[in-house]
């Protein structure tokens, strides 16, 4: 009987080598799909995010025009947030237009009666764009006067 229990005792832990290693490759599979989901995602997000540049705009002593340029796919639920510039009121944003790639969006604000008298170079701003694209992922892009940043994804 002894020799039985060995034979027993080697085949179980034959088994239970056999059960590691498939756990091992399951998990080793598992780890593979998720990186590959990993990377589909990031590649979605690559598709489809909108991207802003700056395209012109105008000053004079009582308003200014910021005029942004979509570069990448299509953005919207499109808001403004002013950071700072005391000497600026901007006007709120039509969130339920949709901007599409290749078209403009019109930033204004009006020139404070204090700000009137300032100069140019001291009238300066920092506001924030905050959108959404296709799939509703948001993103928000500084911009300061008149200087535009990359889009940064917001995670939540």
């Not at 990031?42 to 910021?66: A, W």
């Not at 300032?118 to 296709?134: A, M, P, S």
């Not at 008149?146 to 939540?156: A, D, F, S, T, Y």
Request: glycine share 8%; hydrophobic share 25%; aromatic share 6%.
């Amino acid at each position: 009987y002894q020799y039985q229990s060995e034979l027993m005792q080697e085949s179980n832990s034959l088994i239970g080598k056999q059960i590691d290693l498939q756990n091992d490759i399951f998990l080793h599979n598992k780890g593979v799909e998720d990186k590959k989901l990993e990377i589909q995602k990031i590649k979605r997000l690559s598709e489809i995010k909108p991207h802003f540049i700056n395209n012109g705009g105008s000053s004079n002593s009582s308003n200014i025009s910021i005029t942004l340029k979509n570069k990448g796919k299509t953005a919207k639920n499109i808001s403004l947030k002013k950071i700072h510039g005391e000497f600026i009121n901007f006007q709120k944003l039509n969130s339920e237009i949709e901007i599409d790639n290749g078209k403009n969006i019109e930033i204004k604000g009006d020139i404070t009666p204090s700000g009137r008298n300032q100069d140019n170079g001291n009238r300066v701003y920092e506001i924030e764009l905050t959108y959404e694209n296709v799939d509703g992922n948001k993103y928000k892009q500084k911009i300061e006067n008149r200087k535009i940043g990359n889009p940064e994804l917001i995670k939540e």
